[in-house]
Structure formats: structure tokens, C-alpha cells
């Protein structure tokens, strides 16, 4: 059974920063990409980045409108993945998900889903 338990959302000032946090059991963690895709109010699914596996490929990958603000990394011994978020703006306001990828490009995420973290980016 896989899980994907998301935490670290919250409510924030524009240009704060915040770090989310994704735990992941019931598959080799350490064989897949791991991917950041969050969901806005009334929008759909946004991907966000996508990070190699790391033993064997350390590449990122990130979506324009984070890049250069957002950073995914990774600990394979803790089956987590993180994104470190920097100044953070209005429009970055989304439930977080992390996601399973098999590569780096948008749309390559697949099974399940967790429950998602909140962020509120708002003065």
C-alpha cells in the first residue's frame, strides 16, 4: 500500500519562506523520480518540479513560474522529499501534493495521491 503523507504548509507573508516535507512508505522509494504538483482555488493541477531519483540521477527540474525560488531535494534514507520554498508570492497559494514520476518532464506523475498540504500565502 503506497502512502504519501505531505506536511510544513501553513499561512505566510508574501516574500516569506516555507519548506514542505513529503513521507513516503509501501515502495522502494530510492527507485522513482519524485515530483511537486499543487492545486490553486478553482484551478487545476499545476506541476511544480520533479527530482531524480539521486543515487543514480541527481537532476531537477522546475516549472517557470518557481524557478529560481523553489528547491526539491531529497533524503533516501528518510523516504522524504522536500521543497524549500522562497519568496513566496500571492499566486503560489495551492494544496501541495507530492507525486511517483518514471522522468523529469511535466505530466510523467502517476498513482496515488496523499491528502496534500495547504499553503496560504496572504499579508
Known amino acids: 500500500q503506497v502512502q504519501l503523507v505531505e506536511s510544513g504548509g501553513g499561512l505566510v507573508q508574501p516574500g516569506g519562506s516555507l519548506t514542505l516535507s513529503c513521507e513516503a512508505s509501501?515502495?522502494?522509494?530510492?527507485?522513482?523520480?519524485m515530483s511537486w504538483v499543487r492545486q490553486a482555488p478553482g484551478k487545476g493541477v499545476e506541476w511544480v518540479s520533479t527530482?531524480?531519483?539521486?543515487?543514480?540521477?541527481?537532476?531537477?527540474a522546475y516549472a517557470d513560474s518557481v524557478k529560481g525560488r523553489f528547491t526539491i531535494s531529497r533524503d533516501n534514507a528518510k523516504n522524504t522529499l522536500y521543497l524549500q520554498m522562497n519568496a513566496l508570492k500571492s499566486e503560489d497559494t495551492a494544496v501541495y501534493f507530492c507525486?511517483?514520476?518514471?522522468?523529469?518532464?511535466?505530466?510523467?506523475?502517476?498513482?496515488?495521491w496523499g491528502q496534500g498540504t495547504q499553503v496560504t500565502v496572504s499579508s
Open positions: 507525486r511517483r514520476a518514471i522522468g523529469l518532464d511535466p505530466g510523467q506523475d502517476f498513482g496515488s
Open positions: 509501501g515502495f522502494t522509494f530510492s527507485n522513482f523520480f
Open positions: 527530482m531524480g531519483n539521486r543515487d543514480r540521477d541527481s537532476r531537477t
